[in-house]
Nanobody
Framework: VQLQASGGGLVRPGGSLRLSCGVS????????IGWFRQAPGKEREGVSF????????YYADSVVGRFTISRDDAKNMVYLEMNNLKPEDTAVYYC????????????????????WGQGTQVTVSS
């Protein structure tokens, strides 16, 4: 399984970006994807999660109402639409794959994910 994260960049506060996560090496679609981020000097934290068939979507409190996660299984892609970006959103963003069925806050545990993308840098600055 390989994950390829892309779409990061430099954006001004209040701006928008759409991150993409391409998933390859799978015949099955019943996987879930989590987006995580890590800012300099900070621990990696969960940002959003989407289960198989988009049955469940979870968001960190800090991004609720601003970020939207979606998936297109026909293209093996998962997206993270980020609006009203703030300087505190600056981080390297990673997508991660899991076969596990996660509920509640379990999606925040990076130990639940086996495969990780390489990360894409998001910088929010004026």
């Amino acid at each position: 399984v390989q994950l390829q994260a892309s779409g990061g960049g430099l954006v001004r506060p209040g701006g928008s970006l759409r991150l993409s996560c391409g998933v390859s090496g799978l015949d099955r679609k019943d996987y879930a994807i989590g987006w995580f981020r890590q800012a300099p000097g900070k621990e990696r934290e969960g940002v959003s999660f989407i289960s198989s068939a988009s049955a469940r979507r979870y968001y960190a409190d800090s991004v609720v109402g601003r970020f939207t996660i979606s998936r297109d299984d026909a293209k093996n892609m998962v997206y993270l639409e980020m609006n009203n970006l703030k300087p505190e959103d600056t981080a390297v963003y990673y997508c991660a794959h899991t076969w596990a069925t996660l509920y509640g806050t379990n999606w925040l545990l990076d130990s639940k994910y086996k495969y990780w993308g390489q990360g894409t840098q998001v910088t929010v600055s004026s």
